[in-house]
C-alpha cells in the first residue's frame, strides 16, 4: 500500500530550488479546497489575530515573516496536507484553476500524518474562520471532502480529531459525522475521536484536479 510519502512525491522543481508536494484542488456543492499558496499568507495572518481563533487552533500569534515560513514548512513537509476554503458564493467569476481566489478564502483544512507506528493514520482539523461562511453546512462538507481526499491520495484508513472539551460545535460536529470518543485529556482538557475510513460515509459529490 503507498505510503504518504510516495503520494506526496509527485513534486516539480520550485523557485529556490525547493521541492514541492503535488498540488491538488477539490470541488464540492458548497465549498472548493485549493492549495494554501503564498497568495492567501496575508488573509490567514489577519485570521491568527482573532484571540478567539487562537485558542480555539492552541496557536500563538506570530508576525507575518513568521507566518511565511510557516506557509514554507506546511508546503514542503511530506506528512502534512493543507487546504485553503473557499466558499462557492463568495468566488468573483467562475472557480478558475491557478487563481488563488483570495475574496472566497474563508477558512482552512488540514491532515496531519504523524504517527510513527501508523502513516496511513491522520489527524484531521479544520477552521471556518469568516463567521458569515458559518452555519450553512460548509464545515461538515468540507470534512468529508478532505477525507475523501485523503483516502483517495494518501490510502488514509483512520481519522483522527482532537478538540476542546469546550469546543461543544465541533464536537457534535465530529460526532455526527461518526466518530467515536477514543480518549480524554484532563491536562489539555482535550477530547480525541476517532474514525475507521471505512465507516465513514464519504460519498459527498466530489471532484479533484491538478492544480
Same mark, same amino acid.
Given at each position: 500500500?503507498?505510503?504518504?510519502?510516495?503520494?506526496?512525491?509527485?513534486?516539480?522543481?520550485?523557485?529556490?530550488?525547493?521541492?514541492?508536494?503535488?498540488?491538488?484542488?477539490?470541488? $464540492?456543492?458548497?465549498? @472548493?479546497?485549493? +492549495?494554501?499558496?503564498?497568495?492567501? %499568507?496575508?488573509?490567514?495572518?489577519?485570521? #491568527?489575530? &482573532? !484571540?478567539?481563533?487562537?485558542?480555539?487552533?492552541?496557536?500563538?500569534?506570530?508576525?507575518?515573516?513568521?507566518?511565511?515560513?510557516?506557509?514554507?514548512?506546511?508546503?514542503?513537509?511530506?506528512?502534512?496536507?493543507?487546504?485553503?476554503?473557499?466558499?462557492?458564493?463568495?468566488?468573483? $467569476?467562475?472557480?478558475? @484553476?491557478?487563481? +488563488?481566489?483570495?475574496?472566497?478564502? %474563508?477558512?482552512?483544512?488540514?491532515?496531519? #500524518?504523524? &504517527? !510513527?507506528?501508523?502513516?496511513?493514520?491522520?489527524?484531521?482539523?479544520?477552521?471556518?474562520?469568516?463567521?458569515?461562511?458559518?452555519?450553512?453546512?460548509?464545515?461538515?462538507?468540507?470534512?468529508?471532502?478532505?477525507?475523501?481526499?485523503?483516502?483517495?491520495?494518501?490510502?488514509?484508513?483512520?481519522?483522527?480529531?482532537?478538540?476542546?472539551?469546550?469546543?461543544?460545535?465541533?464536537?457534535?460536529?465530529?460526532?455526527?459525522?461518526?466518530?467515536?470518543?477514543?480518549?480524554?485529556?484532563?491536562?489539555?482538557?482535550?477530547?480525541?475521536?476517532?474514525?475507521?475510513?471505512?465507516?465513514?460515509?464519504?460519498?459527498?459529490?466530489?471532484?479533484?484536479?491538478?492544480?
Amino acid at each position: 500500500m503507498e505510503a504518504p510519502e510516495a503520494a506526496a512525491a509527485a513534486a516539480v522543481d520550485g523557485e529556490n530550488g525547493m521541492r514541492w508536494k503535488g498540488s491538488w484542488y477539490a470541488v $464540492g456543492q458548497r465549498a @472548493v479546497l485549493v +492549495p494554501y499558496l503564498r497568495e492567501h %499568507v496575508p488573509r490567514y495572518h489577519e485570521w #491568527m489575530q &482573532d !484571540p478567539a481563533l487562537l485558542e480555539a487552533t492552541a496557536s500563538e500569534p506570530l508576525s507575518l515573516a513568521q507566518e511565511f515560513e510557516v506557509h514554507r514548512s506546511w508546503t514542503l513537509d511530506p506528512l502534512k496536507h493543507t487546504f485553503i476554503v473557499l466558499d462557492k458564493d463568495l468566488i468573483q $467569476g467562475e472557480f478558475l @484553476v491557478g487563481n +488563488p481566489h483570495t475574496e472566497a478564502m %474563508v477558512g482552512d483544512v488540514n491532515i496531519y #500524518m504523524n &504517527d !510513527p507506528d501508523d502513516t496511513q493514520l491522520a489527524e484531521i482539523e479544520i477552521m471556518i474562520a469568516e463567521q458569515k461562511s458559518r452555519g450553512k453546512g460548509l464545515g461538515q462538507e468540507v470534512i468529508l471532502m478532505m477525507m475523501a481526499f485523503a483516502v483517495e491520495k494518501y490510502r488514509i484508513h483512520t481519522f483522527r480529531a482532537k478538540i476542546s472539551d469546550s469546543n461543544t460545535a465541533s464536537l457534535k460536529l465530529f460526532r455526527k459525522l461518526g466518530f467515536k470518543d477514543a480518549s480524554y485529556s484532563a491536562v489539555f482538557k482535550e477530547v480525541t475521536l476517532e474514525a475507521g475510513a471505512a465507516e465513514l460515509a464519504l460519498t459527498s459529490p466530489l471532484t479533484i484536479g491538478s492544480w
